[in-house]
């Protein structure tokens, strides 16, 4: 059993990203540039934040960080997002979700446009990558991709199946893996609520993608031996021996699953550092394309 090093992989990212965006600085004086909009102060989403601004400086992505107060409205917002739209010095919008309740969330993210929608959420992105054309990935799905490869993690003809059908990675992932190309070209089943006899289906993947939010959901006896194990899920459950009280765990029983998989992904250290390591590299991609550059 091989375990998939989400910190390693994204730490080789930002280092290969770094070197690209010194040697363009150097030709042409100009540095991608990447703002996030955060509205209110929830924790998760203010260190959510802080990580990003932390891993734009280190690969030298010029970040700002716009903060709002919760009471923003939804037209101020929407204001401010055209006001980035278009400004030359930002390459990527990204708006820190969730946004408090009397924001509509859809209408936000269709007011980024389409080229600075480094998220890869707009419903233009998320049609081109449907069709398979050239865009902006979302940042989760793009990531677990990205550690198939550089894993050596064979997807041509595989049978993946994908537990969870939300639009942030369950189907995004599931329409990137099915495109008829390098390091994609499976066979994709999506599983969800409605499924009789999950089992039936989870035994049968070569390689499972678990993106549902429930605790351990995927037991030993539902996969089979020499699976590969794509654990997205990040639940907190009580554990009186840490000092904060909890510890996080993924969708996957790692324990007992781990005995019977190929490779697997750890929670945490697995998917998650590999979304900020896509959103660095999408930013970057925006760039090269705005200024009509080649990539370096």
């Known amino acids: 059993m091989t375990i998939i090093d989400g910190k390693i992989v994204a730490a080789d990212i930002r280092k290969e990203l770094k070197e690209k965006i010194s040697e363009l600085q150097s030709e042409h004086n100009k540095v991608p540039g990447l703002v996030a909009i955060l509205v209110g102060s929830n924790p998760a989403s203010q260190v959510y934040v802080r ?30 997002v055209q006001n ?53 990935e979302s940042c989760t799905p793009a990531g677990i991709v990205e550690l198939l490869k550089r894993y050596n993690i064979e997807t041509k003809g595989k049978h993946v199946v994908v537990l969870g059908r939300s639009n942030i990675v369950g189907k995004p992932v599931a329409n990137l893996l099915l ?18 006899n999950l089992k039936d289906y989870t035994l049968t993947a070569d390689i499972l993608i678990a993106a549902i ?58 998917v998650g550092p590999m979304t900020i390591a896509m959103l660095l590299q999408n ?12 990539s370096v």
């Open 179 to 196: 495109q008829k190309k390098e390091g994609a070209n499976a066979v994709v089943t999506v599983c969800h609520s409605a499924a009789k």
């Open 283 to 294: 930013t970057y991609k925006s760039f090269l394309k705005s200024n009509n550059y080649n």
């Open 213 to 270: 939010g429930r605790a351990n959901f995927v037991t030993e006896d539902m996969v089979k031996d020499g699976v590969v194990i794509i654990d997205v899920g990040i639940n907190r459950i009580d554990d009186d021996s840490r000092k904060s009280g909890y510890r996080l765990v993924g969708d996957v029983d790692f324990e007992n699953v781990s005995k019977k998989s190929s490779y697997i992904t750890p929670v945490p250290g697995g």
């Open 51 to 80: 990580m990003k601004s932390k891993a734009c400086d280190e690969v030298g992505i010029y970040s700002v960080v716009e903060k709002l107060p919760f009471e923003t409205s939804e037209e101020d917002l929407l204001t401010i």
């Open 84 to 136: 980035y739209n278009s400004d030359d010095r930002f390459n990527g919008i990204l708006v820190q979700l969730p946004l408090p309740e009397h924001i509509n969330e859809d209408k936000i993210i269709e007011a980024i446009s389409p080229s600075k929608d480094v998220d890869g959420f707009h419903p233009v992105n998320i049609g081109k990558l449907m069709i398979g054309q050239d865009t902006f």
